[in-house]
C-alpha cells in the first residue's frame, strides 16, 4: 500500500473523478457534458460523501461526518466507516449494500455492490486487528465478505461472492467459500 500522505479533500476528489473517468470512457481528458455528467454520477456522489465524511471526522467533527455518512446510507445503500482512511481513486461501480468498515483501503480500489469489508465479531472500539486492510489497485467483486484482520494484497482480486477469513498476497486472484488463490496475476 502506498505511504499515506496528508488528507486534502479536494486533491483526493480530483483523483476519484479522474479515475471514474478513465474506468467509465477510457480516458483522463473528458470534458464538457461528460464531465459534468461524472461529477453527478451515482458513482462518484457517494464517494465525494464518503470523502466529505471523513474530512468531518478528522476535523473532529464526530457527529457532523456521522450525519453525512448517514445521508450517504439513505440515499445510496453504502455505509462507510468515517474513520477508515481510502486511498485516492475509490471507485464504486455500484452501492447497494456495501458496507466498508475497513482498517484502511489503498489507492485506486474497485468495490462493487454487496461487499463486507468488516469484522468478524461486533467492535465497537474499532480495532485494527479485527478489520481488513485493503492494498492498491484492489478489485472486490459482487457480494464478497472480506471479515477479520485479513489483508487484501495490492493488484490483487476477490471474486464474486468469495468469502476472505485469510490475508490473501499480492497479485492473485482469490475466491470461494471460503475464498482461495486460485491464480496468479501476471
Same mark, same amino acid.
Given at each position: 500500500?502506498?505511504?499515506?500522505?496528508?488528507?486534502? &479533500? +479536494?486533491?483526493?476528489?480530483?483523483?476519484? &473523478?479522474?479515475? /471514474?473517468?478513465?474506468?467509465?470512457?477510457?480516458?483522463?481528458?473528458?470534458?464538457?457534458?461528460? +464531465?459534468?455528467?461524472? +461529477?453527478?454520477?451515482?458513482?462518484?456522489?457517494? %464517494?465525494?460523501?464518503?470523502?466529505?465524511?471523513? #474530512?468531518?471526522?478528522?476535523?473532529? !467533527?464526530?457527529? &457532523?461526518?456521522?450525519? %453525512?455518512? +448517514?445521508?450517504?446510507?439513505?440515499?445510496?445503500?453504502?455505509?462507510?466507516?468515517?474513520?477508515?482512511?481510502?486511498?485516492?481513486? !475509490?471507485?464504486? $461501480?455500484?452501492?447497494?449494500?456495501?458496507?466498508?468498515? *475497513?482498517?484502511?483501503?489503498?489507492?485506486?480500489?474497485?468495490?462493487?455492490?454487496?461487499?463486507?469489508?468488516?469484522?468478524?465479531?461486533?467492535?465497537?472500539?474499532?480495532?485494527?486487528?479485527? =478489520? $481488513?486492510?485493503?492494498?492498491?489497485?484492489?478489485?472486490?467483486?459482487?457480494?464478497?465478505?472480506?471479515?477479520?484482520?485479513?489483508?487484501?494484497? #495490492?493488484? #490483487? =482480486?476477490?471474486? /464474486?461472492?468469495?468469502? %476472505? !477469513?485469510? #490475508?490473501? $498476497? *499480492?497479485? %492473485?486472484?482469490?475466491?470461494?467459500?471460503?475464498?482461495?488463490?486460485?491464480?496468479?496475476?501476471?
Amino acid at each position: 500500500m502506498s505511504a499515506p500522505e496528508k488528507f486534502r &479533500l +479536494l486533491t483526493y476528489l480530483a483523483a476519484d &473523478l479522474r479515475r /471514474a473517468q478513465v474506468v467509465m470512457h477510457g480516458s483522463e481528458n473528458v470534458s464538457g457534458f461528460r +464531465l459534468w455528467a461524472g +461529477l453527478f454520477s451515482p458513482r462518484l456522489i457517494p %464517494v465525494v460523501l464518503c470523502r466529505t465524511a471523513h #474530512s468531518l471526522y478528522r476535523l473532529k !467533527l464526530g457527529p &457532523l461526518a456521522k450525519g %453525512v455518512s +448517514l445521508l450517504n446510507f439513505f440515499l445510496f445503500g453504502i455505509e462507510v466507516a468515517v474513520r477508515c482512511p481510502i486511498g485516492k481513486g !475509490l471507485f464504486l $461501480p455500484h452501492t447497494q449494500g456495501t458496507v466498508i468498515g *475497513a482498517w484502511s483501503i489503498g489507492e485506486n480500489v474497485t468495490i462493487f455492490q454487496g461487499v463486507t469489508l468488516g469484522a468478524r465479531e461486533v467492535d465497537f472500539s474499532y480495532q485494527e486487528s479485527s =478489520r $481488513p486492510s485493503v492494498g492498491d489497485g484492489v478489485t472486490i467483486g459482487s457480494g464478497a465478505k472480506v471479515l477479520g484482520g485479513v489483508t487484501l494484497g #495490492s493488484g #490483487s =482480486r476477490i471474486g /464474486a461472492n468469495a468469502v %476472505v !477469513l485469510e #490475508s490473501v $498476497p *499480492a497479485s %492473485v486472484v482469490a475466491a470461494g467459500i471460503p475464498a482461495r488463490v486460485l491464480k496468479k496475476i501476471g
